[in-house]
């Protein structure tokens, strides 16, 4: 069952189908109405005559009227427990209110030991579902690529890289510390006015508190696991250092071989259709190797080797998602050499690394969201890969590309899906 809540598509599903009735009588209603929500909200006569139809419990849902929503939902469907109020593309300006007062949002309460659970079961691309569904297509694209969004502001990033900031073909047809260094700089200042400034928005000004921040916990001060002892230094360090070189080390590779030649390229005169479907496919393209590299790196002698160092951090932050093994950047950013056969331009390049590095900041800050003036403005983290983090064996692609679903890892956030991953645990010799 499909709800469009009042800022996008939003999918209830129940665990079976279910005769959805009107809320019976009045004085029933008056009921609900009058059972305080588990945050002191007390639904109000208009959002029980907008719960008259399942439509309208969607929205209530997507209204955080937690409580009321709750009432609502077990009233009608008599007992049997709603598995979802989730689905939606990502909201940038959505409006935060009732229940994050105290900076929490629960629509699945099994789920413990998390300080904030977004919607949940967390849904993915629904361009490999059956059958198609152009509605919710249409809101997956428009909510990465028409609004204020990772896909968008990096387009603009690759853009301004590519006008003022970049050698011409020309240039790095021949190797030169001149060039290479700059490349070097820019890579450094991107990644600390990202990394750094989230890091300083979130975690040192704590500008927006702990609203919408996934773990309870702060990021370890001290831990012996760390290089130098902290978290945030061992994380600056390794992305600073062996992250940042990686990224202009490929960078350095694919302008040196377009300029020699030796790697086609691609000219918007070529083909503008196909010139900006590489910016939107490129995504996708990341998150098939991705997963498969974070499979390969969950290999026993190469987890040991490699990945253990960005798992130390179980609760993670802006720092933390850059923080690897030398071995892991170069398999992570291993992605762009698929331009060695697919023609792109310089701009489709820095696009390319530029998700790569930044997206691994933004998804890994440890919050939801960036709320400006109580209001979202920008998604940041995935609790799908915080729960990675902390249960290790779940969730090991994003959610550009389903593979998790097809091979049995996903952890949805709910807690259906967390009995499952203890019984996989619990059968195992
Ligand atoms: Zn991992
Ligand atoms: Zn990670």
């Given at each position: 069952m499909r709800i469009f809540g009042r800022y996008g598509f939003r999918r209830l599903e129940f665990e079976r189908p279910v005769q959805v009735e009107p809320l019976p009588t009045r004085s029933a209603r008056t009921a609900v109405a009058a059972t305080p929500g588990t945050r002191g909200r007390v639904c109000s006569k208009a959002?029980?005559?907008?719960?008259?139809?399942?439509?309208?419990?969607?929205?209530?849902?997507?209204?955080?009227?937690?409580?009321?929503?709750?009432?609502?939902?077990?009233?009608?469907?008599?007992?049997?427990?709603?598995?979802?109020a989730g689905g939606q593309p990502r909201t940038p300006k959505d409006t935060v209110r009732n229940s994050m007062q105290d900076g929490t949002r629960r629509t699945d309460a099994g789920l413990s030991g998390w300080h904030h659970v977004p919607d949940v079961p967390i849904e993915v691309s629904p361009f490999f579902g059956w059958p198609p569904d152009p509605k919710r297509m249409l809101g997956w694209v428009a909510a990465?690529?028409?609004?204020?969004?990772?896909?968008?502001?990096?387009?603009?990033?690759?853009?301004?890289?590519?006008?003022?900031?970049?050698?011409?073909?020309?240039?790095?047809?021949?190797?030169?510390?001149?060039?290479?260094?700059?490349?070097?700089?820019?890579?450094?200042?991107?990644?600390?006015?990202?990394?750094?400034?989230?890091?300083?928005?979130?975690?040192?000004?704590?500008?927006?508190?702990?609203?919408?921040?996934?773990?309870?916990?702060?990021?370890?001060?001290?831990?012996?696991?760390?290089?130098?002892?902290?978290?945030?230094?061992?994380?600056?360090?390794w992305t600073l250092t062996?992250?940042?070189?990686?990224?202009?080390?490929?960078?350095?590779?694919?302008?040196?071989?377009?300029?020699?030649?030796?790697?086609?390229?691609?000219?918007?005169?070529?083909?503008?259709?196909?010139?900006?479907?590489?910016?939107?496919?490129?995504?996708?393209?990341?998150?098939?190797?991705?997963?498969?590299?974070?499979?390969?790196?969950?290999?026993?002698?190469?987890?040991?080797?490699?990945?253990?160092?960005?798992?130390?951090?179980v609760n993670v932050g802006p720092w933390s998602g850059l923080s690897m093994h030398p071995v892991e950047h170069v398999l992570f950013f291993s992605s762009i050499l698929i331009h060695v056969v697919v023609a792109a331009s310089p701009v489709h390049i820095l696009f390319h690394m530029q998700h790569q590095a930044l997206t691994a900041v933004t998804s890994h800050a440890g919050f939801e969201n960036l709320l400006v003036k109580d209001r979202k403005q920008l998604a940041l983290g995935t609790f799908h890969h915080q729960m990675h983090h902390r249960y290790f064996e779940v969730n090991y692609g994003n959610l550009e590309m389903p593979w998790d679903k097809w091979f049995g890892t996903f952890h949805d956030g709910t807690s259906d899906a967390h009995e499952r991953l203890k019984d996989r645990r619990q059968r195992r010799p």
């Open positions: 959002d029980l005559r907008r719960s008259r139809s399942p439509h309208r419990i969607g929205t209530l849902n997507a209204c955080s009227l937690d409580a009321c929503a709750v009432s609502v939902c077990r009233r009608v469907q008599d007992g049997l427990r709603c598995k979802s990465r690529w028409l609004r204020l969004a990772e896909n968008s502001i990096l387009t603009v990033l690759a853009l301004v890289c590519w006008l003022w900031l970049q050698p011409s073909l020309e240039v790095t047809k021949t190797l030169s510390w001149d060039w290479i260094g700059a490349l070097f700089l820019r890579n450094l200042a991107l990644m600390t006015i990202v990394a750094g400034g989230l890091h300083w928005f979130l975690y040192r000004a704590k500008l927006q508190g702990n609203r919408l921040k996934f773990d309870p916990r702060d990021l370890m001060v001290k831990g012996r696991q760390f290089t130098f002892g902290g978290q945030v230094r061992d994380n600056m360090f062996s992250g940042v070189g990686t990224w202009t080390a490929y960078e350095v590779l694919m302008f040196w071989a377009m300029g020699n030649g030796w790697v086609p390229v691609l000219f918007w005169s070529d083909n503008p259709i196909w010139f900006v479907a590489l910016f939107v496919l490129t995504p996708v393209w990341i998150s098939l190797h991705f997963y498969w590299i974070h499979r390969a790196l969950h290999w026993g002698p190469l987890y040991r080797l490699a990945h253990a160092l960005h798992h130390r951090n």
